[in-house]
């Protein structure tokens, strides 16, 4: 019923910059949390960045002054405007959409999108 759909990553030289968007869509009736989680190769996924439907916003420490998340509550969208890339951001980014409620179901639910390629060459 609710589907993430990202867009905007590729290949970057590093210092670059790329802007990464993730859409819900479906029978949404409300989004608590939306975010972006990164999982390198070999690596256990991490969080990037959340931000709560009210604005407050927390980012991993790797990526604090670098990335900046926003949100469009309207549109069930969310952004990561990433600066400064570094190769070690080098990952597939996953949106996520956490305290889902949507329409005709119980309960709050948590989404993942089917993720992005960012590439930072040095």
């Known amino acids: 019923q609710v589907q993430l759909v990202e867009s905007g990553g590729g290949l970057v030289q590093a210092g670059g910059s790329l802007r990464l968007s993730c859409a819900a869509s479906g029978n949404i009736i409300r989004i608590n949390t939306m975010g972006w989680y990164r999982q390198a190769p070999g690596k256990q996924r991490e969080l990037v960045a959340v931000?709560?439907?009210?604005?407050?916003?927390n980012y991993a420490d790797s990526v604090k002054g670098r990335f900046t998340i926003s949100r469009d509550n309207a549109k069930n969208t969310v952004y990561l405007q990433m600066t400064s890339l570094k190769p070690e951001d080098t990952a597939v980014y996953y949106c996520n959409a956490d305290g889902v409620v949507v329409n005709s179901l119980l309960g709050k639910y948590r989404y993942w999108g089917q993720g992005t390629q960012v590439t930072v060459s040095s």
């Open positions: 931000i709560s439907s009210d604005g407050s916003t």
